[in-house]
Protein backbone atom coordinates (compact mmCIF):
# COMPACT_ATOMS: atom_id res chain seq x y z
CA UNK A 1 0.00 0.00 0.00
CA UNK A 2 1.56 3.20 -1.32
CA UNK A 3 1.74 5.80 1.49
CA UNK A 4 0.55 8.71 -1.23
CA UNK A 5 -3.03 7.69 -2.40
CA UNK A 6 -4.01 7.87 -6.21
CA UNK A 7 -7.59 6.83 -7.80
CA UNK A 8 -6.57 2.83 -9.55
CA UNK A 9 -8.34 4.86 -12.82
CA UNK A 10 -9.87 7.24 -14.90
CA UNK A 11 -11.44 7.76 -18.20
CA UNK A 12 -12.80 10.48 -20.26
CA UNK A 13 -13.24 10.81 -23.68
CA UNK A 14 -10.76 12.28 -25.97
CA UNK A 15 -10.87 16.29 -25.88
CA UNK A 16 -12.35 16.08 -22.60
CA UNK A 17 -10.41 17.32 -19.30
CA UNK A 18 -9.27 14.96 -16.13
CA UNK A 19 -8.32 15.14 -12.94
CA UNK A 20 -5.52 13.12 -10.95
CA UNK A 21 -5.58 13.24 -7.21
CA UNK A 22 -2.58 12.43 -4.60
CA UNK A 23 -3.25 12.53 -0.99
CA UNK A 24 -0.11 12.62 1.15
CA UNK A 25 0.52 13.63 4.85
CA UNK A 26 2.36 16.75 6.42
CA UNK A 27 5.55 14.63 5.87
CA UNK A 28 5.46 14.04 2.57
CA UNK A 29 2.78 16.31 0.07
CA UNK A 30 3.03 19.17 3.20
CA UNK A 31 5.92 19.86 3.29
CA UNK A 32 7.99 18.98 0.06
CA UNK A 33 7.46 19.68 -3.85
CA UNK A 34 5.48 16.96 -5.77
CA UNK A 35 6.36 15.48 -9.19
CA UNK A 36 3.70 13.39 -11.86
CA UNK A 37 4.94 11.27 -14.28
CA UNK A 38 3.50 9.23 -17.27
CA UNK A 39 4.65 5.78 -17.59
CA UNK A 40 3.74 3.12 -20.08
CA UNK A 41 5.12 -0.44 -18.62
CA UNK A 42 8.88 -1.35 -20.02
CA UNK A 43 9.56 2.43 -21.30
CA UNK A 44 11.22 5.05 -19.24
CA UNK A 45 8.86 6.98 -17.20
CA UNK A 46 8.39 10.40 -18.22
CA UNK A 47 8.33 13.89 -16.02
CA UNK A 48 5.03 15.66 -16.21
CA UNK A 49 5.22 18.52 -13.72
CA UNK A 50 7.65 19.58 -11.14
CA UNK A 51 8.31 21.62 -8.45
CA UNK A 52 3.97 21.26 -7.98
CA UNK A 53 3.48 23.40 -10.81
CA UNK A 54 6.17 23.82 -13.84
CA UNK A 55 6.19 21.82 -16.58
CA UNK A 56 10.05 20.60 -18.43
CA UNK A 57 10.61 21.74 -21.57
CA UNK A 58 8.57 19.62 -24.65
CA UNK A 59 5.71 19.26 -21.69
CA UNK A 60 2.33 20.94 -23.75
CA UNK A 61 0.15 23.08 -21.40
CA UNK A 62 -2.56 20.49 -21.65
CA UNK A 63 -0.99 19.11 -18.67
CA UNK A 64 -0.84 21.46 -14.99
CA UNK A 65 -0.34 20.66 -11.57
CA UNK A 66 -1.69 22.18 -8.31
CA UNK A 67 -0.61 21.49 -4.53
CA UNK A 68 -2.74 22.19 -1.87
CA UNK A 69 -2.13 21.61 1.75
CA UNK A 70 -1.36 17.56 1.70
CA UNK A 71 -3.15 16.85 -1.55
CA UNK A 72 -1.74 17.65 -5.18
CA UNK A 73 -3.80 17.24 -8.43
CA UNK A 74 -3.01 16.48 -11.92
CA UNK A 75 -5.10 18.28 -14.87
CA UNK A 76 -4.87 16.67 -18.50
CA UNK A 77 -6.85 18.61 -20.84
CA UNK A 78 -7.98 18.01 -24.29
CA UNK A 79 -7.31 14.36 -24.05
CA UNK A 80 -5.79 12.32 -26.82
CA UNK A 81 -5.75 8.78 -27.06
CA UNK A 82 -1.56 9.20 -27.13
CA UNK A 83 -2.74 10.14 -23.18
CA UNK A 84 -3.60 6.82 -22.44
CA UNK A 85 -0.92 5.74 -19.67
CA UNK A 86 -0.44 4.99 -16.14
CA UNK A 87 0.43 8.44 -14.17
CA UNK A 88 2.40 8.73 -11.34
CA UNK A 89 3.00 11.24 -8.66
CA UNK A 90 6.03 11.30 -6.26
CA UNK A 91 7.50 13.41 -3.43
CA UNK A 92 9.93 13.00 -0.81
CA UNK A 93 9.07 11.99 2.54
CA UNK A 94 10.63 12.96 5.47
CA UNK A 95 9.82 10.78 8.41
CA UNK A 96 12.10 8.99 10.05
CA UNK A 97 14.75 8.89 7.61
CA UNK A 98 14.32 10.77 4.14
CA UNK A 99 13.00 8.54 1.24
CA UNK A 100 11.25 9.34 -1.48
CA UNK A 101 7.30 7.72 -2.34
CA UNK A 102 5.58 7.31 -5.38
CA UNK A 103 1.49 7.75 -5.19
CA UNK A 104 0.26 3.81 -6.50
CA UNK A 105 -0.33 5.07 -9.78
CA UNK A 106 -3.54 5.57 -11.81
CA UNK A 107 -4.50 4.38 -15.38
CA UNK A 108 -6.18 6.90 -17.67
CA UNK A 109 -7.93 5.26 -20.29
CA UNK A 110 -9.32 7.28 -23.27
CA UNK A 111 -12.40 6.47 -24.65
CA UNK B 1 23.03 14.25 -25.88
CA UNK B 2 22.00 13.01 -21.91
CA UNK B 3 21.95 9.22 -21.87
CA UNK B 4 21.59 7.18 -18.81
CA UNK B 5 21.88 3.15 -20.02
CA UNK B 6 21.59 0.09 -17.14
CA UNK B 7 22.69 -2.82 -17.29
CA UNK B 8 23.25 -6.31 -15.04
CA UNK B 9 19.78 -7.36 -15.26
CA UNK B 10 18.90 -11.03 -15.87
CA UNK B 11 17.33 -14.69 -14.32
CA UNK B 12 19.05 -15.32 -10.93
CA UNK B 13 17.76 -17.69 -8.13
CA UNK B 14 16.62 -16.78 -4.59
CA UNK B 15 19.10 -15.56 -2.26
CA UNK B 16 22.23 -14.85 -4.84
CA UNK B 17 23.27 -11.78 -5.87
CA UNK B 18 23.10 -9.27 -8.98
CA UNK B 19 24.43 -6.35 -9.16
CA UNK B 20 23.01 -3.66 -11.61
CA UNK B 21 25.10 -0.37 -13.39
CA UNK B 22 23.84 2.56 -14.47
CA UNK B 23 25.82 4.45 -17.20
CA UNK B 24 25.92 7.73 -18.01
CA UNK B 25 26.93 9.94 -20.62
CA UNK B 26 26.25 14.01 -22.00
CA UNK B 27 26.29 15.31 -18.58
CA UNK B 28 28.97 15.88 -15.72
CA UNK B 29 27.64 13.04 -13.77
CA UNK B 30 29.48 14.00 -10.56
CA UNK B 31 27.09 17.00 -9.98
CA UNK B 32 23.80 14.75 -10.06
CA UNK B 33 22.28 12.83 -7.39
CA UNK B 34 21.45 9.06 -8.95
CA UNK B 35 18.41 7.07 -7.56
CA UNK B 36 17.08 3.38 -8.49
CA UNK B 37 13.15 3.32 -9.13
CA UNK B 38 11.75 -0.43 -10.08
CA UNK B 39 8.29 -1.81 -11.29
CA UNK B 40 7.90 -5.15 -10.14
CA UNK B 41 5.39 -6.68 -12.95
CA UNK B 42 1.88 -5.83 -12.67
CA UNK B 43 2.38 -2.67 -9.65
CA UNK B 44 3.68 0.66 -9.14
CA UNK B 45 6.65 2.43 -9.81
CA UNK B 46 8.73 1.83 -5.96
CA UNK B 47 11.69 4.24 -5.39
CA UNK B 48 14.78 1.59 -4.11
CA UNK B 49 17.88 4.09 -3.47
CA UNK B 50 19.61 7.31 -4.02
CA UNK B 51 22.91 8.30 -3.70
CA UNK B 52 24.36 11.89 -3.64
CA UNK B 53 27.08 13.20 -6.24
CA UNK B 54 29.40 12.74 -4.05
CA UNK B 55 28.74 9.31 -2.46
CA UNK B 56 28.16 11.31 0.71
CA UNK B 57 24.60 10.42 1.19
CA UNK B 58 22.75 7.12 0.50
CA UNK B 59 18.63 5.68 1.10
CA UNK B 60 17.18 3.03 0.64
CA UNK B 61 13.40 2.16 0.79
CA UNK B 62 12.77 -0.31 3.77
CA UNK B 63 12.07 -3.27 1.90
CA UNK B 64 15.71 -3.30 0.39
CA UNK B 65 17.67 -1.99 3.54
CA UNK B 66 20.40 -3.77 4.68
CA UNK B 67 20.16 -6.37 1.25
CA UNK B 68 21.08 -3.59 -1.31
CA UNK B 69 23.87 -1.38 -1.39
CA UNK B 70 23.88 2.14 -3.82
CA UNK B 71 27.66 3.47 -5.11
CA UNK B 72 29.42 5.23 -7.73
CA UNK B 73 32.53 6.16 -9.58
CA UNK B 74 32.31 9.33 -11.04
CA UNK B 75 35.55 8.66 -13.16
CA UNK B 76 33.90 6.01 -14.66
CA UNK B 77 30.53 7.84 -14.61
CA UNK B 78 28.69 4.58 -13.73
CA UNK B 79 26.60 4.24 -10.37
CA UNK B 80 25.94 0.78 -9.12
CA UNK B 81 23.11 -1.68 -7.30
CA UNK B 82 24.89 -4.22 -5.58
CA UNK B 83 22.03 -6.51 -4.61
CA UNK B 84 22.38 -9.76 -2.16
CA UNK B 85 19.97 -12.13 -1.07
CA UNK B 86 17.68 -11.33 -3.64
CA UNK B 87 14.27 -12.71 -2.95
CA UNK B 88 11.35 -13.25 -5.77
CA UNK B 89 9.37 -10.28 -4.68
CA UNK B 90 12.57 -8.51 -5.94
CA UNK B 91 11.53 -9.16 -9.41
CA UNK B 92 10.89 -5.97 -11.39
CA UNK B 93 11.83 -3.63 -14.35
CA UNK B 94 14.89 -1.38 -12.35
CA UNK B 95 15.50 1.63 -13.47
CA UNK B 96 17.89 4.64 -12.99
CA UNK B 97 17.11 7.94 -13.14
CA UNK B 98 18.72 11.42 -12.29
CA UNK B 99 17.12 15.20 -10.72
CA UNK B 100 19.06 17.10 -13.18
CA UNK B 101 16.07 19.70 -14.08
CA UNK B 102 15.33 20.19 -10.27
CA UNK B 103 16.01 18.50 -7.09
CA UNK B 104 12.96 17.17 -6.18
CA UNK B 105 11.80 15.12 -8.83
CA UNK B 106 13.50 12.81 -11.67
CA UNK B 107 13.48 14.44 -15.41
CA UNK B 108 16.15 11.95 -16.81
CA UNK B 109 15.47 8.20 -17.17
CA UNK B 110 17.19 5.45 -18.73
CA UNK B 111 15.47 2.73 -20.46
CA UNK B 112 15.69 0.20 -17.55
CA UNK B 113 16.89 -3.75 -16.64
CA UNK B 114 14.68 -6.53 -15.75
CA UNK B 115 15.89 -8.60 -12.84
CA UNK B 116 14.13 -11.56 -12.46
CA UNK B 117 14.25 -13.45 -9.25
CA UNK B 118 13.19 -17.30 -9.49
CA UNK B 119 14.71 -20.95 -8.63
Known amino acids: QSVLTQPPSVSAAPGQKVTISCSGS????????VSWYQHLPGTAPKLLIYDNTKRPSGIPDRFSGSKSGTSATLGITGLRTGDEADYYC????????????FGGGTHLTVL | EVNLVESGGGLVQPGRSLRLTCAASGFRLEDYAISWVRQPPGRGLEWVSA????????GYAGSVKGRFTISRDNAKKSVYLQMDSLKPEDTAFYYC????????????WGQGTMVTVSS
Open chain 2, 97 to 108: TSPRLAPNSFDT
Open chain 1, 90 to 101: GTWDSSLSATWV
Open chain 2, 51 to 58: ISGDSGRT
Open chain 1, 26 to 33: ISNIGNNF
